[in-house]
């Protein structure tokens, strides 16, 4: 796609690093997998501890605030999509550091890994993007989630896609 191959030319051009970031997540039954994001940071964190992204967070590109601010970073998850291992519509998958810190502070977090994660979902479209540094916040995502997977219907799923579509056309909590 051009859209791909232009966000990929403006990394390239803007700083040092890789164009795709890859990041370990779980997925269905707990499994884990490789996401793929474009680069919009200039760190590659993947292991016990992860730092989310906060507003004005130095560690963001220039072009990565762009790409964050769009959500245009998140397209490489069609890779994901195409390969099985994520969903067009799901519950966000969290790095696997912020998995283990969540499923022992949220009961029934774990429960979200009996279906495949989504690049979208009913949290993102109820507000609930972005960091989560306020474990009300997770609680919250994750009531959103459980109801998601207990609610599951096609009509659903396309409720979520049109609201995507909606959300992404004022980017708040997307730094």
């Known amino acids: 796609s051009p ?22 997540r779980k997925g269905f039954n707990g499994a884990d997998f490789a996401i793929y994001k474009f680069r919009t940071m200039k760190v590659l964190e993947d292991g016990p501890t992860v730092r989310q992204a906060l507003p004005n967070d130095d560690r963001v590109t220039r072009i990565g605030r762009l790409l964050r601010a ?14 099985g291992e994520m969903s067009l519509v799901g519950p966000r998958p969290h790095a696997v ?20 994660p989504g690049i979208t979902g009913l949290a993102q ?12 916040l997770m609680d919250k995502r994750v009531q959103l989630d459980l109801w998601y997977i207990n609610n599951w219907s096609l009509w659903l799923d396309l409720r979520i896609m049109a609201g995507t579509l909606v959300e ?3 980017p708040r909590n997307a730094y």
């Open 70 to 83: 769009s959500s245009v970073d998140e397209l490489p998850q069609l890779f994901n999509v195409l390969a």
């Open 3 to 24: 859209l791909l191959l232009m966000t990929s030319l403006a990394i390239r051009l803007d700083s040092a690093g890789p164009i795709v970031f890859r990041q370990r």
């Open 168 to 170: 992404l056309s004022w």
């Open 97 to 116: 550091a912020h998995d283990t810190e969540y499923s022992r502070t949220i009961e029934k977090y774990a429960f979200r890994h009996h279906v495949k």
């Open 125 to 136: 479209v109820r507000g609930f993007r972005g960091a989560t540094l306020d474990p009300a």
